[in-house]
């Protein structure tokens, strides 16, 4: 059964912080790895990583897969309180089916 | 982006009773959508795959008679909660992928669900 696991599950820092949020996947004929936020409501996207090695990046959110491993980690630097939230992520499988299978998630909180 | 959306919101009913959530896609064609369920403090979970123009794809474990999907066109797709029991009180979110194979998937905004 495909799983994603998360790590921590919870994380507390202060802002100017920077943050490492963790993703291990076993997903059978693996696809891609998704990295959404989520807040109040449903999650929003911020990456997707399918190639080994190389790096997405967004203002301070950045993320990378490695394939070897069945990793990914996605690093938010300078943090703010608009940071919090809850971070999932989810793999994919190739073979038609573009369903989620997502992670528990990670809750940042991020103090002023 | 695209833009996927949820009708209602949220809605309280009585144990028993039915409830429709609605999920459309506003700006593209989804022959695909999925239906998640999220309790309080966990991951998002999948119910079903809803397909247009055949029958929707169940998890295991998720009761297809009493979360009846029907994707009605390549915009529509309802989940209907049957004979609801304060136990299916959840968020239940829909998304949507593009088609073209690039994987990204939209959500809408979610239906909060209290059943009394």
């Known amino acids: 059964e495909d799983k994603v696991v998360q790590s921590p599950l919870s994380l507390v820092v202060h802002e100017g912080d920077t943050v490492t949020l963790n993703c291990s996947y076993e997903?059978?004929?693996?696809?891609?790895l998704l990295w959404y936020k989520q807040e109040k409501k449903a999650p929003t996207f911020l990456f997707m990583l399918t190639s080994s090695g190389i790096e997405k990046k967004s203002g301070r959110l950045s993320s990378i897969l490695d394939k070897k491993e069945l990793f990914s980690i996605l690093n938010i630097t300078a943090t703010q309180t608009g940071d919090s939230a809850v971070y999932l992520c989810?793999?994919?499988?190739?073979?038609?089916?573009?369903?989620?299978?997502f992670g528990k998630g990670t809750k940042l909180t991020v103090n002023p | 982006g695209a833009v996927v959306s949820q009708h209602p919101s949220w809605v309280i009913c009585k144990s028993g009773t039915s409830v429709k959530i609605e999920c459309r896609s506003l700006?593209?064609?989804?022959?695909?959508m999925f239906w998640y369920r999220q309790f309080p403090k966990q991951s998002l979970m999948l119910m079903a795959t809803?397909?247009?123009?055949?029958?929707?794809?169940?998890e295991q474990g998720v009761e297809k008679d009493k979360f009846l999907i029907n994707h009605a066109s390549l915009t529509l797709s309802t989940l209907t909660v049957t004979s609801a029991h304060p136990e299916d009180s959840s968020f239940y979110i829909c998304?949507?992928?593009?088609?073209?194979?690039?994987?990204?998937?939209?959500f809408g905004p979610g239906t909060r669900l209290t059943v009394l």
């Open positions: 989810a793999g994919t499988s190739q073979g038609g089916s573009e369903k989620l299978v």
């Open positions: 809803s397909n247009e123009g055949s029958k929707a794809t169940y």
């Open positions: 700006d593209f064609q989804a022959t695909t």
């Open positions: 997903v059978t004929n693996f696809r891609s």
């Open positions: 998304s949507a992928p593009i088609a073209g194979g690039r994987n990204e998937q939209f």
